[in-house]
């Protein structure tokens, strides 16, 4: 005997709707027709059919709660699932994967039948070829106003504000005039070579504080917690397009039909040169980097070579008088230290690379959000190295604990904010026709990143001295696909326009 659910919803504006009661009543004949045990009866009232989505409701979670022990929900019609399509598709996949079946008392739906998941099927591709014209509007909507100089919402930079466009509706991008300075002061120093931390030091004299967090609910009337500066929030300034004058725009920044980036002079503090020099500087630092000093500019493979022992990034580093001539792990806790000639691995990864994707397009990472796992991992080493001062002898151990109460709280603060979203741009032009054209390391570093996720050296087998072994690197590609990332993108749109529609807002 079939174990069932009954399921009723009434949004009280609506009148013209059959009540609980009457929609209840039908279900229950339903399952006595057939002979089928009712488990639970579940009610939403008072709540509409298009504006909540299933899951958020009450009635329809305790339904999903008891998924275990049912074997199929019978409800009076579809709509009382949802009044949206895509949300009703959504819940039948959902039953699905929980082997729930479903089953309306008007006949439209019965997924307990081969017939039924295809009817199912079928209306869940209808709803996403719905949801995917809708988006296509929104999409051009928002290409339209952004081309076009116009900010399409959303809070400006640091440094940076809302403006009323002079020269017609909406709103632009200007200066801040209470805060450009300061971003501009960060940007030469972290040029010149300043860490990150020592720019939040630097900030933290001036005075001058972020702006507060967005809050998440305006009903808590919690006290705000006073705001600091963190390398992280640093980072996500410096590493902003904006300095260059770039316009971020759907993971990407706007390009012309050329591909080339669109440079908005008002809006830049720094040429795209010195943004591009920042930016790879920042890249450069990470834990544990060139901890011999100098150099800040990548090399061919900064941030994809790896230890084969401890999967720990490989730097650039000199053994005796022969200046970066290796590569090699910089973890003092490392078992056992990989080390590799540097020009060696860096010609056989590069012609690896150009004989399996060099005809193919080039493609280029492109990630709008700072590294916040570099910035994790800073946060942990900060950790250990300042636990292991602590079994110093004369250690002020009240001070360090202090410290490490401190940085334990930044990295359950940097937890919680999102995690870098990376997406990859194909350049129309071939992977060798760039190459042939990068005019520096940086510039290779990016081109390489495109394809390479990591090169992995393995510890040398035997003696030194030995000539360069092949079989000890293991390269790594990303596979991209230019269709899934556009699959991603569109479910990216939907979520905003969802997000819209919640909102009420106006598209732009
Ligand atoms: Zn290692």
Redesign the pocket.
């Known amino acids: 005997m079939k174990r069932v659910a009954l399921y009723a919803r009434l949004s009280v504006s609506t009148e013209q709707s059959v009540s609980i009661q009457r929609q209840l009543a039908s279900c229950r004949e339903y399952a006595e027709r057939r002979d089928w045990d009712v488990v639970l009866e579940a009610v939403d009232e008072g709540v509409s059919g298009s504006k909540t989505a299933p899951g958020s409701r009450a009635g329809w979670r305790r339904v999903i709660a008891h998924a275990d022990s049912i074997d199929a929900v019978i409800v009076w019609k579809t709509d009382r699932l949802s009044r949206s399509t895509l949300d009703l598709a959504l819940v039948l996949k959902d039953l699905a994967q929980l082997e729930v079946g479903v089953l309306s008392v008007d006949g439209t739906v019965d997924t307990s039948t081969a017939q039924g998941r295809m009817m199912a099927q079928l209306m869940s591709v209808l709803a996403e070829h719905e949801v995917a014209q809708t988006s296509e509007r929104v999409k051009a909507a928002r290409h339209a106003l952004v081309t076009r100089g116009r900010r399409a919402g959303g809070r400006p930079p640091f440094g940076w504000r809302n403006i009323d466009n002079p020269s017609g509706p909406g709103k632009i991008l200007a200066h801040d005039p209470e805060r450009i300075d300061v971003v501009r002061e960060l940007a030469q120093r972290a040029l010149a070579g300043d860490s990150v931390y020592a720019l939040v030091c630097w900030l933290e004299q001036t005075g001058v504080l972020p702006r507060p967090r967005r809050r998440t609910s305006l009903a808590t009337d919690e006290p705000q917690q006073p705001e600091k500066w963190h390398t992280g929030s640093v980072e996500t300034i410096l590493r902003n397009p904006v300095l260059a004058g770039l316009t971020v725009y759907r993971g990407d920044v706007l390009r012309d039909d050329d591909g080339n980036e669109k440079v908005d002079e008002s809006v830049a503090i720094l040429t795209l040169e010195e943004h591009r020099r920042l930016v790879a500087g920042l890249d450069a630092r990470k834990v544990g980097a060139r901890p011999w000093g100098g150099n800040t500019a990548p090399a061919i493979l900064s941030g994809l070579a790896r ?1 084969g ?2 999967l ?1 990034p490989l730097h650039r580093g000199s053994s005796g008088s022969a200046v970066y001539r290796e590569y090699r ?1 910089a ?1 003092r806790k ?1 078992q056992q ?2 080390s590799i000639k540097r020009e060696a691995l860096e010609d056989h990864v590069t012609s690896e690379l150009l004989s399996r994707h060099g005809a193919e397009p080039a493609i280029h990472v492109v990630s709008t959000v700072t590294g916040e796992r570099d910035v994790l991992r800073q946060i942990v080493a900060a950790i250990n190295q300042t636990t292991d001062a602590m079994r110093l002898p004369g250690a002020d151990v009240l001070e360090l604990a202090r410290r490490v109460e401190e940085l334990k709280a930044e990295h359950a603060d940097q937890l919680s904010r999102p995690t870098t979203t990376v997406t990859y741009r194909v350049s129309p032009t071939s992977l060798n026709a760039q190459w042939a054209e990068a005019s520096d390391d940086a510039a290779r570093n990016t081109l390489l990143k495109g394809r390479i996720e990591r090169v992995i050296v393995e510890k040398r087998p035997n003696a030194r001295g030995k000539p360069f072994d092949p079989t000890r690197v293991r390269i790594e590609y990303h596979e991209v696909d230019p269709a899934e990332q556009a699959r991603q993108q569109r479910l990216i749109d939907i979520a905003h326009l969802r997000f819209r529609f919640d909102n009420r807002n106006e598209v732009g």
């Open positions: 230890c022992t401890c720990g792990c973890n490392c230290r990989v």
